[in-house]
């Protein structure tokens, strides 16, 4: 295992050599820059379902990774056996985390890309170069949103973001924080109020990291600190990323995204969405998502030290719902969608065909 001191934003998250699936251990962040890696996807599904690798884009091409590995690892001859073998790994992998959307689009991917092969030789080689494509256009598409995103931020604005939707969060460059860099990048002053976003920690353990290291102004607050920080003057514009987005602008984030769109609404700070269009889910409906709910123990105790009575009954949701009527707008690489949704969503993803 290769260890390491520096994270660079253009640091690959997740990423595939030599047959092997490369990528950084983020329940080892901060203070541990550990790799990874695998050729087993049993290995890959186990990564994803305990947040190794986490953020609804990388978990989409970590997906797609791990599907091409049992590819590799199955021993079929035939077309039909090794679509199979796919089929059964696909399913092992889609059950790691039932609320990104990005997991089952990766995954639908590599398969179509597989039923098109004419033999197992050529399914193998073509859904490794898809996935391996899929990886490098998550990073061009982070950059395409963030140059559309930075229009929307001024020379001096605060911009408050939840949760971690950075370079560890995708592939590279990453959305919210790819807007934030592609802002600073066009030679606006900007600072960035991230949230420690409990229970996982992602705001504190990996966004004021990667921003820390950008040398990008970041200061921390604890969630509770959002409204104080609003009524305060202290920020004046969020922006969040997301793991699914319905063609109604229903938004699923992080756990805790839901208050501080509230919040901004209450006074009056524009709250903005960055998401790639493999992020939409075009078909459901509010009722139809599976909010994910993980383990008990997350809050029960902070860093390995209990931290609430034994037998506690606990609620934890990993995501929560954003309504469209909380939204300012939705960034894409299309384009910026604004109110009302459904007519702009629409509107992208036909200037997309
Ligand atoms: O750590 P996760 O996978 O549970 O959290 C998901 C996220 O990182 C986010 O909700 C993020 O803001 C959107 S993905 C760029």
């Not at 996935?131 to 982070?142: G, H, L, P």
């Not at 995204?257 to 524009?270: F, G, S």
Request: some cysteine; proline content about 4%.
């Amino acid at each position: 295992m290769k260890q390491e001191t520096k994270i660079h934003s253009s640091l690959k998250t997740v990423e595939w050599k030599n047959n092997t699936v490369i990528m950084i251990d983020q329940t080892k962040l901060p203070n541990k820059l550990e790799y990874v890696k695998f050729k087993d996807y049993n290995k890959v599904a186990d990564a994803i379902r305990n947040l190794v690798v986490r953020g609804a884009p990388a978990i989409g091409v970590a997906g797609a990774f791990g599907l091409a590995l049992a590819s590799l690892q199955s021993k079929a001859k035939t077309k039909e056996k090794l679509l199979e073998d796919m089929e059964k790994a696909k399913k092992i992998l889609f059950e790691t985390r039932p609320t990104a959307v990005n997991l089952a689009w990766g995954l639908e991917k590599i398969m179509e890309t597989a039923k098109k092969g004419n033999d197992t030789n050529e399914i193998r080689k073509q859904v490794v170069e898809t996935a391996q494509k899929m990886a490098v256009e998550d990073v061009e598409i982070n950059m395409r949103m963030g140059k559309f995103g930075s229009e929307l931020f001024s020379n001096n604005d605060v911009i408050m973001t939840h949760c971690n939707a950075g370079a560890l969060a995708t592939v590279g460059y990453g959305t919210a924080l790819g807007v934030i860099r592609a802002t600073k990048d066009s030679g606006k002053n900007i600072k960035v109020i991230a949230t420690e976003t409990r229970p996982v920690m992602q705001g504190s353990r990996l966004t004021a990291f990667e921003l820390q290291h950008d040398n990008i102004d970041v200061s921390l607050i604890p969630d509770t600190a959002v409204g104080y920080a609003m009524a305060k003057g202290l920020v004046n514009k969020v922006v969040v990323g997301a793991d699914r987005i319905l063609s109604t602008g229903h938004v699923y984030n992080k756990i805790g995204t839901y208050q501080v769109a509230t919040m901004a609404r209450q006074h009056n700070i524009p709250f903005y969405v960055a998401a790639p269009l493999s992020t939409f889910d075009l078909k459901n409906k509010p009722d139809d998502i599976i909010i994910e709910q993980r383990k008990a123990s997350e809050v029960t105790g902070v860093a390995g030290k209990k931290t609430a009575p034994d037998g506690i009954n606990v609620i934890n949701p990993a995501f929560d719902m954003t309504p469209p009527e909380l939204i300012s707008g939705i960034i894409t690489e299309a384009g910026i969608a604004k109110p009302p949704f459904e007519i702009s969503i629409k509107k992208l993803f036909e200037s997309k065909l």
